[in-house]
């Protein structure tokens, strides 16, 4: 079964840390990818990365990076140097099928604290 | 920066009314997504749409709901008689194609929050 799974409900993490958001996933395909978003308390979903599975380099966007260790099929989320506005639910996604529909993690809440 | 928009950004209704949902996706985007996320729970696919029909449809996605892109730049979702359970937000999304790198990112619309009552 195609599943993604945030094991972490909520994170804390201290202003200009760095924290890492887990994902694992579980798939029979061969070709797929990961995604992340962010979903602030406005309620908008905002892309953040992708990493496809025959991506070899990691995916770096800016302050973001995407851990893929793809014999563990786990996609983990690296921010670094938090900022308060990171604060955020934060959603691993998996892109499967034909169409590429989007199967969700349960999401992360992260807290920024000052 | 093109982006998805979605209108409106709430919608109140009767239960066994009809709804529309309206999306605009970036205009160089061929693949049309919509989801749904009821409060607290985690985002689900509801359809996809290329090429001027469904592509992949979820179990959740019934006879109850449609999908249509009527023109050019307008992709919308009907609910026909709306029940409770249908209150949520809905996000239209789009991607630009299937293959090669840059294309399988999806962007979402900031969402229509939907309450039945």
């Known amino acids: 079964a195609q599943k993604i799974t945030q094991t972490q409900p909520g994170m804390f993490v201290q202003e200009k840390e760095a924290v890492t958001l887990d994902c694992t996933y579980d798939?029979?395909?061969?070709?797929?990818?990961l995604f992340w978003y962010k979903q602030p308390s406005s309620g908008e979903m905002i892309f953040l990365i992708y990493q496809g599975s025959y991506d070899e380099q990691n995916a770096t966007e800016g302050r973001y990076s995407l851990n893929f260790q793809k014999a563990r099929k786990s996609a983990n989320l690296v921010i670094s140097a938090s900022q308060l506005g990171d604060s955020a639910m934060y959603f691993c996604?998996?892109?499967?099928?034909?169409?590429?529909?989007?199967?969700f993690g349960a999401g992360t809440r992260l807290a920024v604290h000052p | 920066e093109p982006e998805v928009t979605q209108t409106p950004s709430h919608q109140v209704t009767q239960m066994g009314q009809e709804v529309i949902l309206r999306c605009v996706p970036i205009?160089?985007?061929?693949?049309f997504y919509w989801y749904r996320q009821i409060l607290g729970q985690k985002v689900e696919f509801l359809v996809s749409?290329?090429?001027?029909?469904?592509?992949?449809k979820s179990e959740i996605f019934d006879d109850q709901f449609s999908v249509e892109r009527p023109d050019g730049s307008n992709f919308t979702l009907k609910i026909r008689s709306t029940k409770l359970e249908d209150s949520a937000m809905y996000f239209c999304?789009?991607?630009?194609?299937?293959?090669?790198?840059?294309?399988?990112?999806?962007?979402f619309g900031p969402g229509t929050r939907l309450t039945v009552t």
């Open positions: 749409f290329y090429n001027n029909e469904i592509s992949e």
């Open positions: 996604a998996m892109r499967v099928g034909g169409y590429n529909k989007l199967i």
């Open positions: 999304a789009s991607s630009v194609g299937l293959a090669g790198r840059g294309t399988y990112e999806q962007y």
């Open positions: 205009s160089n985007h061929l693949y």
């Open positions: 798939t029979s395909d061969q070709s797929y990818g």
